[in-house]
């Protein structure tokens, strides 16, 4: 027979006792042994025998005591009551978590490089490359593409290994590897380091030292001075518009010179195109941005942020006009990108004139807006997001389309 024994602290009711008791077919001894006594401490139980016997047996088959448990689901259940969104508690019994392959992990580094977001980076280079008055051989495009990727999928991992306290914070960031645990900060930083070192040499090598220099700008800049404004000014929105423009110089530096007005109007089209694009979409997840410590426009001076997206639609119209005073499109490109101009501002006016509306101080002076027209504002900025979405490569391949002299062989 297994023998066991327990020291309590007495209560003047729980006296030395014993339980004998079988389990699986083996038999138990479990003996209870007042240890010390608790000065002032009353008497709680009167049944001795049931008290000792359920201790013993919840003791001897690792039961957590009722209590332990009600708390406990009482506290997850509150916890997941304030979660954004719905969170199904795992069941008792279920499988074990399962072991991460080696494809899961290759997953989760593609995942730091936030591919969506870096190939549209790259789109961005090497469409302005296209719109190039020089052409360029086959191996520089692929370099260029190659580094632009490697270059912005570094200064993703380094965003990502730098903010994961606050992305667990976010819904649409929480699942992100360095979130889940899967790829440690430290992981993220190695692999920014050899991915940015390797992108900045195949620039370096493979186009010219200008667009190498370009892609290493762009990664200081979106990893550690947007990264690091985010949480103390609105003006990270306008440092990150910066980034956003420089892709297009890589592309056009690639064959031609920087000194080329051309260049930096298709840049002021990236850089302006990020306002329309980010305030709309920070308008509806503003509350997100908020609970996480971000510093954003879209919370801080809601009026502020309708009214620098509708400034910044309105100035695509001198930057495509731009973009043929200067010879990178033909006329008509004028034309054209004025259809796409002008259904982006609409619908920013659209945001604008109802977000003016909202915070008036006729309205504040009424208690605040209606929850229908703060709904209407949220409409509105969901159109012009996805207008924006629409909008930049409809305006890229329209340029392309109307490249000047791209169809003079045609007519000549």
């Known amino acids: 027979m297994a023998s066991a024994s327990c020291f309590y602290s007495s209560n003047k009711v729980l006296l030395p006792s014993v339980i004998n008791f079988s389990r699986s077919g083996t038999e138990f001894k479990l003996q209870f042994i007042p ?51 719905a969170v199904k508690p795992k069941e008792k019994g279920t499988k074990p978590a399962r072991v991460l392959s080696t494809k899961d992990y290759i997953r989760a580094y593609v995942a ?11 789109l961005s280079s090497i469409s302005t490359y296209a719109l190039t008055p020089n052409s360029a051989g086959i191996a520089e495009l692929v370099f260029l593409s190659i580094g632009t990727m490697l270059c912005s999928g570094a200064a993703n991992a380094i ?23 899967i790829v440690s900060p430290k992981e993220a930083f190695t692999f920014a380091g050899i991915t940015g070192t390797i992108g900045t040499a195949i620039l370096y090598f493979g186009v010219n030292p ?14 550690w001075i947007y990264t690091s404004l985010k949480r103390k000014s609105i003006l990270n929105t306008w440092v990150g518009a910066i980034v956003g423009a420089i892709p297009p110089l890589m592309g056009w530096a690639v064959s031609s010179s920087l000194a080329d007005p051309g260049a930096w109007c298709l840049a002021a089209l990236l850089y302006a195109w990020q ?24 919370f801080e001076n809601p009026k502020l942020n ?45 945001f604008w004139l109802q977000q ?9 002076a009424a208690g605040g807006a209606s929850q229908a027209a703060v709904e209407l504002a949220n409409g509105y900025a969901r159109k012009a997001f996805w207008c924006s979405v629409w909008h930049l490569p409809g305006i890229l391949v329209l340029a392309m389309l109307h490249k000047k002299g791209q169809w003079d062989r045609f007519f000549s």
Request: positive net charge.
């Open 35 to 85: 240890n010390y006594r608790l000065p002032g401490s009353r008497p709680i139980v009167t049944d001795t025998a049931h008290v000792l016997e359920q201790v013993g047996r919840k003791a001897l088959t690792c039961q957590p005591s009722d209590s332990v448990c009600q708390q406990k689901d009482s506290k997850d259940f509150h916890d997941r009551q304030a979660l954004p969104f």
């Open 112 to 122: 730091l490089t936030k591919p969506n977001l870096t190939f549209l980076v790259m």
């Open 159 to 181: 965003n990502m290994g730098r903010e994961p306290n606050y992305d667990r914070m976010m819904v649409r960031t929480s699942a992100r590897p360095v979130v889940r645990g």
């Open 210 to 223: 200008t667009v190498a220099g370009l892609g290493f700008l762009n990664i200081v800049l979106y990893s």
């Open 275 to 298: 306002f329309p694009h980010f305030n709309s979409l920070s308008h509806n997840i503003r509350s997100e941005y908020k609970r996480a410590g971000y510093v954003m426009a879209a």
């Open 306 to 350: 309708a009214r620098v997206a509708l400034r910044y639609s309105f100035l695509m119209f001198p930057i495509c006009f731009g973009l043929a005073y200067f010879n990178v499109t033909d006329p008509y490109f004028v034309l054209d990108s004025s259809l796409l101009n002008g259904w982006m501002s609409y619908w920013t006016f659209k």
């Open 356 to 364: 003016a509306s909202n915070y008036s101080r006729k309205t504040l």
